[in-house]
């Protein structure tokens, strides 16, 4: 029999009609991962003040699943309820923006919305993900009481000593974990002598719930999905192969140097590299050309963690190394006066948190990392990538 937890643990889009006949047919109440809603007006501050309320505490806890357009009876049982508005994409924006704008910290609450058309009445599925940056805090106008929500059986209740103070040990643990796993990684990679002639763009994306994940066994959708998992250039790999801690793809050179690669850890982290030979003394990059691809890259590796049911928010972490003799051109004309192009050997750019695998909008997550790449040098406008309006220009 169909459960509220069965339910949340399908992919939302996977959700379909019978599934919410069944919630109906079996009299399947509101529980530690299922909510009800009979109706959602967007003027009605209350409706908006509960909704937040829910979407913390369920993310606060497990996760959960919201179902606007479904009532209850007397006996608590559901029954089909429908919603009647003229433009759907209005909706589903409104509360996406409410979310943002409404709650704290950064990354906000990962959440799926879609609706769904049974005979003839439209409902709306929010699916909410576990946050790891828990608590999630609700600020829109917080109560006396409080404004951290936790989920408990079919009940949203203020988060209470103890919880807020697990949940905050939690995150500290899990953000410098992280951190401490990139930065290992960042010093092998520039202390290796046999790439010291060579710029290296390191990226990295983190899962916000990586903390959950272990795709060990799931290698093989890796393995089939390998036009999901290319180089930062866009080349296909020479070399593959399973390692202990997860799956590795590289390129390598006729004298045998591993020039790009990309590997995803078993839990869930992705690490791509990009090595690029200093051939000259001073060697020109065409920057927007590499930033444009680390877009699409990033782009491909969303593609590839949504069919490892690796959900969004993903933090990324980008950085440049070995830029001494590099510098920045465009269109012959350089965007440095120094003479190597950058003030810093190396790079390490404020951390991006990604959404989406659409470009366009993964090209505005990226803009505060990009921009700081130009800062290193004396060019003080950012990334050449976007016009004068901030608005991404896709690389021709």
């Given amino acids: 029999m169909l459960t509220g937890k069965k339910l949340f643990n399908k992919d939302i889009d996977d959700i379909n009609i019978n599934d919410i006949l069944e919630l109906v047919e079996n009299k399947i109440i509101e529980n530690e991962y299922l909510e009800y809603k009979k109706n959602y007006e967007l003027t009605n ?22 179902i606007i357009g479904m009532g209850e009876n007397k006996d608590k049982t559901p029954y089909l309820n429908g919603l009647k508005y003229s433009n759907y994409d209005e909706l ?86 992280n951190k401490d796993f990139i930065d290992e990684k960042i010093n092998i990679l520039f202390s ?66 591993v020039e790009d690669y990309v590997k995803i850890y078993n839990n869930g982290i992705i690490e791509s590299v990009l090595r690029l030979e200093k051939d000259d003394d001073i060697v020109d990059i065409d920057m927007p050309y590499y930033e444009n691809k ?19 928010p993903i933090e990324v972490y980008l950085s440049l190394t070995n830029l ?24 390490e750019l404020p951390v991006s948190t990604i959404t989406t695998e659409n470009l366009e909008r993964l090209a505005q997550e990226m803009k505060n990392s990009f921009d700081s790449i130009y800062y290193d040098t004396d060019y003080i406008n950012g990334s050449k990538s976007y016009d004068e309006n901030g608005k991404w220009i896709p690389y021709k």
Wanted: include cysteine; aromatic fraction near 10%; charge should be positive.
């Fill in 45 to 66: 501050m209350d409706h908006k003040r509960n909704l937040l309320k829910e979407i913390s505490a369920f993310s606060n806890k497990e996760g959960g699943l919201i």
């Fill in 92 to 177: 589903i924006s409104a509360i996406n923006s409410m979310v943002r704008s409404n709650t704290e910290p950064n990354p906000l609450p990962n959440i799926k919305i879609k609706t769904l058309d049974i005979n003839n009445k439209k409902i709306l599925l929010i699916k909410i993900f576990k946050s790891v940056n828990s608590p999630i805090r609700r600020i829109m106008n917080p109560d006396t009481t409080g404004d951290f929500y936790i989920r408990n059986n079919n009940l949203c209740d203020h988060m209470n000593w103890n919880e807020l103070k697990n949940a905050f040990s939690n995150f500290t643990n899990i953000e410098t974990k």
């Fill in 192 to 257: 290796d002598s046999n790439y010291k002639n060579f710029m290296q763009f390191i990226l990295f994306l983190v899962p916000v719930n990586v903390s959950n994940i272990n795709i060990s066994k799931e290698m093989k959708l890796v393995e089939k999905n390998y036009e999901l998992f290319k180089s930062l250039e866009g080349t296909f790999f020479n070399n593959r192969k399973r390692v202990s801690d997860g799956y590795l793809a590289s390129y390598k050179n006729e004298n045998n140097e």
């Fill in 294 to 312: 680390v877009l699409i890259s990033i782009s491909k590796y969303v593609k590839l963690y949504k069919k490892l049911q690796i959900n969004t």
């Fill in 324 to 347: 001494n003799g590099f510098r920045i051109f465009e269109k012959n004309r350089f965007l440095s006066k120094s003479k190597c192009g950058f003030e810093n050997n190396t790079l």
